[in-house]
């Protein structure tokens, strides 16, 4: 079956605009998280979404970050007003069940650079 | 607060040597753990977790894993490394129980091998 796809793979926006960066997760997985990874970082979590129900955004930076997943399947992050520390890939992960014991499948990222 | 350290940030093997990457983490009780393998422009790959039971895990490409609680270590080894081991790797640790499963990662160590 498909894994994880993010779209776009790379975007490259002037300070001040507004992204949107998409998830489709592995079908029927009821777990979604979004990670923000830093050059030369390791991934730092964003927020995790129990089907369509936002659970956990203790990681977003700042309020222009905003997440959803309306229907419990596709994700969409959204920055608005990006500044040039937005630059970073964003990961996309899921994960059929709640739960730390349950191991996540990351898609390939999409590599966010603010001008 | 929980956190993860990879103490390496750049190791260089020989083809055909053995490999030990290094991680410690901090965290009141015993957390799930987790290595994941990045290649360039690409998502994280699961290689081996460790959640109770058997201190030495196997993992996916001849990768294995020792947990010692007396030292807060997790380091992961490979009798032999093979140059398409070269990527990143990191340490992963997630909350056991009642938890929204979210990983919080080491820096990373780049692994680079030598023909």
């Known amino acids: 079956g498909a894994g994880v796809s993010q779209s776009p793979r790379y975007k490259v926006a002037k300070r001040g605009q507004d992204v949107a960066l998409r998830c489709d997760p592995i079908s029927g997985h009821v777990s979604l998280f979004w990670y923000q990874q830093a050059l030369g970082q390791g991934p730092e979590f964003l927020t995790y979404f129990q089907n369509e129900a936002q659970l956990d955004k203790s990681g977003l930076p700042s309020d222009r970050f905003f997440a959803e997943r309306p229907e419990g399947s596709v994700s969409t992050l959204k920055i608005q007003r990006t500044q040039q520390e937005d630059s970073a890939v964003y990961l996309c992960?899921?994960?059929?069940?709640?739960?730390?014991?349950?191991?996540?499948?990351f898609g390939d990222g999409t590599r966010l650079s603010i001008l | 607060a929980q956190s993860v350290t990879q103490p390496d940030i750049h190791i260089t093997v020989s083809e055909g040597a053995s490999l030990e990457l290094r991680c410690n983490y901090s965290?009141?009780?015993?957390?799930?753990l987790f290595w994941y393998v990045q290649s360039p422009g690409q998502g994280l790959q699961l290689l081996l977790k460790?959640?109770?039971?058997?201190?030495l895990v196997q993992g996916i490409k001849g990768f294995e894993a020792e947990f010692k609680r007396s030292q807060s270590s997790f380091n992961l080894r490979k009798p032999s490394v093979h140059w398409s081991d070269a990527a990143e790797y990191f340490c992963a640790v997630g909350a056991p129980s009642g938890n929204t499963g979210k990983l919080i990662f080491g820096q990373g160590t780049t692994l680079q091998v030598k023909p």
């Open positions: 992960a899921s994960s059929v069940y709640q739960g730390g014991n349950q191991p996540q499948h």
């Open positions: 460790y959640f109770s039971g058997d201190t």
């Open positions: 965290y009141g009780a015993t957390p799930y």
